[in-house]
């Protein structure tokens, strides 16, 4: 009995449908793919009025966060005039609840903020104004629902 040889055969990988499968797994991508939004600060905003009103603040209404740029924090308005370290950030929520109880809805908290601050420290400043909550006397829930954000480069 004779054996035959074998002969070596070429292995190849067939690329005639290459383009196929690269255009199926691209389709498969884009359509299984969740595309996140960015996250930032969600600010509620007022809307735009047809009639340009001035709008005008009583300087006893108005509290003062002035975030210079180390991160310190200085507090002015009527009957205070604070700087806070990152440590007394609280604070913030205890002047913004006082002074809701004495001016009620007219309250306006300005937050100025030096472009040279650290972030953080804005965040942070911004998160304590909004846990600022009280109940007035007549059982209403008070909130600083005025807030002015402002980028300085001064201080």
Do not use: C, H, W
């Not at 960015?38 to 709008?55: A, C, F, N, Q, R």
């Not at 942070?124 to 629902?145: F, M, P, S």
């Not at 005025?146 to 980028?151: A, G």
């Amino acid at each position: 009995m004779l054996l035959r040889e074998k002969k070596d055969q070429e292995s190849e990988i067939p690329t005639a449908s290459m383009g196929d499968v690269a255009f199926l797994i691209l389709i498969f991508f884009l359509t299984s793919t969740v595309f996140t939004k960015d996250k930032g600060l969600k600010m509620l905003l007022p809307e735009k009025t047809s009639t340009e009103e001035k709008v005008t603040v009583v300087k006893e209404n108005i509290v003062t966060i002035a975030i210079n740029p180390t991160g310190e924090v200085n507090v002015k308005t009527i009957g205070y005039n604070e700087f806070l370290t990152e440590s007394e950030f609280n604070r913030i929520t205890d002047i913004i609840e006082e002074k809701l109880l004495e001016r009620d809805t007219l309250l306006v908290i300005s937050l100025r903020t030096s472009k040279e601050a650290p972030y953080n420290s804005m965040v942070q400043a911004l998160d304590r104004i909004k846990l600022a909550k009280v109940t007035a006397q007549d059982g209403r829930e008070l909130r600083a629902n005025k807030i002015s954000l402002i980028p300085t480069s001064e201080e």
